[in-house]
């Protein structure tokens, strides 16, 4: 369903993506951030799934600035070739890549953005606008000036964040005023919804799909 492209960001380098487009007319556009393991099988497969919901997606590959390609798998050598490249990633400098990807999605209405463990902390960089690259802080540091609906999940066995930093923020969002949806799944750890790896939990993972999906849709409109 999806293809290679090239985006340029805004210091003039270019970067691979992987781009998947619906059947018809998109509901808007989302911007999927990889984790450390590249614009693998996995992630591709997430892009393909969401466009096949309606919408018109883009994966930059946040790695190329450092190693172009990065396709890699889940055994101990890949994940310690992965946290390798992620300290090497500077954050302003996926935020530009993110933006390009933003900007290459013009036209397919309002753009949302998910990301996944790594993918998620980048992903806290971007809560109110592409444009202003800041370091990722805790989410929870973030309420104050939260300027965009807020989905947070995470497993029960996770400890990144663990149900206790989500019920924390649950609170804050709640004090605050803010537009947010926090959902802990029963039997799941941290990267539960990777379906390549060991941790992947298919009732959880299939729980989850529908309600990132809904959340979309209510909110890019």
């Known amino acids: 369903m999806g293809k290679s492209i090239t985006l340029?960001?805004?210091d003039?380098?270019?970067?691979?993506?992987?781009?998947?487009?619906?059947?018809?007319?998109?509901?808007?556009?989302?911007?999927v951030t990889q984790e450390i393991f590249g614009v693998n099988s996995?992630?591709?497969?997430?892009?393909?799934?969401?466009?096949?919901d309606g919408y018109a997606v883009i994966a930059p590959a946040l790695f190329d600035r450092y190693e172009r390609n990065v396709d890699i798998g889940y055994t101990a050598e890949d994940i310690a070739r992965g946290r390798a490249l992620k300290s090497k990633a500077a954050t302003d400098a996926a935020l530009q890549d993110i933006a390009a990807?933003?900007?290459?999605?013009?036209?397919?209405?309002?753009?949302?953005i998910?990301?996944?463990?790594?993918?998620?902390?980048?992903?806290?960089a971007t809560p109110d606008s592409f444009s202003t690259p800041e370091r990722p802080t805790p989410v929870i540091d973030l309420v104050p000036n939260l300027g965009c609906p807020l989905y947070v999940v995470c497993g029960e066995e996770d400890q990144?964040?663990?149900?206790?930093?989500?019920e924390e923020l649950r609170k804050r969002l709640q004090n605050a005023g803010k537009t947010f949806a926090i959902d802990i799944f029963k039997n799941a750890s941290h990267a539960f919804f990777a379906d390549y790896r060991p941790s992947y939990r298919e009732p959880a993972a299939?729980?989850?799909?529908?309600?990132?999906v809904s959340f979309f849709e209510t909110h890019l409109k």
């Open 12 to 31: 003039g380098f270019q970067l691979s993506a992987y781009r998947a487009d619906p059947a018809g007319d998109p509901r808007g556009a989302v911007v």
């Open 42 to 52: 996995h992630i591709k497969s997430v892009c393909d799934g969401f466009a096949k």
């Open 8 to 10: 340029t960001a805004a």
């Open 114 to 124: 998910v990301g996944y463990c790594w993918g998620g902390f980048i992903t806290r």
């Open 160 to 166: 990144n964040p663990s149900p206790a930093d989500a």
């Open 206 to 212: 299939f729980e989850l799909w529908p309600k990132m």
């Open 101 to 112: 990807a933003r900007d290459a999605l013009a036209g397919a209405g309002k753009v949302g």
